[in-house]
């Protein structure tokens, strides 16, 4: 029998539980042994709830508790989240979790102290929701040299640019209506300029480098200032546009970075739509592979934690070996990174191509301004070359 | 140190070794030991050949070398294969292998085999080539009870629907072709007619129904018949044509076909082109989630077999979890399953509706024929109705 405990009754949490009791017999015959939730932790009690009688509101009685092998912390932000599960690891309980902030912020060391106490701390759910991609990265992957890691990570931003695309609406529009549905958060600028994406990427980039990506040196861009008008020219362009979050290792300095991009069809995260999120993954020797799926939502977050409880059930007493180095990867200025661009120039195309050189336009009907691509320059020629026109906007181009 | 061995030093053969002394350094990494080949057995000389001393003819030199902990079968085929791998396992020797025959056909007495001389029979590269499916399924989706898969599984046929589409050719023009570029083999047959794949979704569909799903009982129908006509209808209607192998559950009844069928661009498979190999896994709290990436090739392929001998070397002396139990899941008649069909009938829409009720028409400028879409109905009910009029193709449509 392995005991469980969740952290946090909430959405995640929640759905944690309901995981285990739905999928009762196949979490059982996967496991090994007969999983069973002993306690949730939250500060509320829940009246009429089917589990009411496990809820306590003092962690203690959880650390104290030797029966417990097992903790999923669903309560996502650093506090209490960061204490709590540096105290389960300390007792060799193991530590499952969704809580993207934690691991970016303190992934490697609670890594570190898991492997020191003999138990693990699992972080599936941390990115793309209930895709399987940290297993995948860890266990599958593993002869490969991994040379760069891209994605769409947050499935709020996707559907904000699929809607925007599709019905020519207005960032500002559609964001109002992806709150109304529960879609976007009442403040949506975690989502909106990027920061959950770069979260993410520095996860998966520490899992593929094997050292740590600092998320604070990570360019992150939003997609608050993409307009209908871009998205006319892209679709001329055979482009669409979507938030991509990236590290790459080129002539062995590494990149990383969180900005709208314009994609073409040959591109397979052009296809991935509205809530849906994908990692791509390109190997040496394997060349492309990509994980699809729902990024967010209560169930197939809550799967991807229960997927991580299982692991651990099969491992008790046992670390499986997750390479994330506490040293920090240096990440190189985006200045020095290379890609076209898209731009949009108040003038004529001669203004255009006397700052930035041979374009390929196109032509969308937006008056007084000239749009179209330019040929691959560093992003420090490029900043340069913006100096010398009337430059409106400007869009990366990722192959 | 984990000495391996490589039986068959053909094309997938030689890229497990070439897979394994490329990445060496991060092979050991991920093993926790140094993997070193010891041996390639083949019945040819391989003069000249870097590895050329480590080439054996008998292959009683590596099972009875107590060295050898993990054997990599790459010869395909049932015969010798079978026999060696047996003799592997019945030495505690874990096999790892890419031949989808023989685990098709003999997958759970070998698993079974290697579970009692604790060791393991692992197959990663048999289903998607490089793409990391039957891990995920094993490892990753473990809490879910999975009611379908299924999948773009074979590149050959994926490589001449595609031409077809965007070229509007034949398919014999597009096969000689393939063949000319070495995309298809001289005797395409396992290929076109769809064997290849029904031995795919026969794998996959008995990892995640547990049950063994015995490839001779599932329903498997080529491309060989599909025209230019079929696509200029499939195009009118938002559909392609893809060869889709799937199983599903429904209520409580098993049903596993490999057809070509019409899929729209809600489907994710829909986008999946040329070459690439897609699998999508439906889990009752999860949703979907699909796999994706080069489905054949040397180095994909191998570097699927590499991380197999990867996880033998981690899990020496123990025995990895795998349910697929030896007795067979019962797979109900293709006459049960109930969908829509695309038909084309010579005559008038009356004629057509005459026969198969109510239908979506499409215009597609071919003469003397009609084509649409019925309503969903079994294919028992189809069959029935195609006797009533003068039917020249049909093809089924999966959502």
Known sequence: MVKVAVLGYGTVGSGIVEVIKTNQDMVNKKAGDEVDVKYILDLRDFPGDPYENLVVHDVDTILNDPEVAVVCEAMGGIEPAYTFSKKALLQGKSVCTSNKELVAKHGPELIRMAREHNCNYLFEASVGGGIPIIRPINASLTPEKIDSVSGILNGTTNYILTKMEREGSDF?????????????????EADVEGYDA?????????LVYGKNVDFEHIYTEGITKITTNDFKYAKKLGYTIKLIAKSKCVDEKYFAFVSPCMINSENPLYGVNDVFNAVMVHGNTLGSTMYYGKGAGKLPTASAVVSDVIDCAKHIGKTIFCFWEEDNLEISSMEEDVRPFFVRVKGTREDAEKAFGKMQFVEADVAGEVGGVTEAMSEKAFNEASAKCNMISRIRVEA
């Open 198 to 206: 770069c979260r993410k990427i520095a996860i998966l980039s520490s």
């Open 172 to 188: 500002d529009e559609v964001l109002k209506e992806a709150q109304a549905k529960g879609y976007a958060e009442k403040n949506p």
